[in-house]
């Protein structure tokens, strides 16, 4: 089975959101290889940290509210 981690990304940031805390700050307790895959793609800071929680880019919130929506909300 092929896995579509773009898709992975979209379900880690989205929940993200629904921890997120603090201005910005989410629960880092996900897949580290999709942590690093969003730090990549500009939408979170560095993970690697003793911190139990990683800071969202200013790009970050939009996109991770949008797409818990597009993916959790009741239709």
Known sequence: MEI????????????????????????????WGAMGRLHDKGLIHDPVGKAKSVALTPEGPGRSERLFCELFAQR
């Open 4 to 31: 579509d981690t773009d898709r992975i990304d979209d379900a880690v940031l989205a929940l993200l959101w629904l921890t997120a805390h603090d201005g910005g700050r989410a629960s880092k307790s996900f897949d």
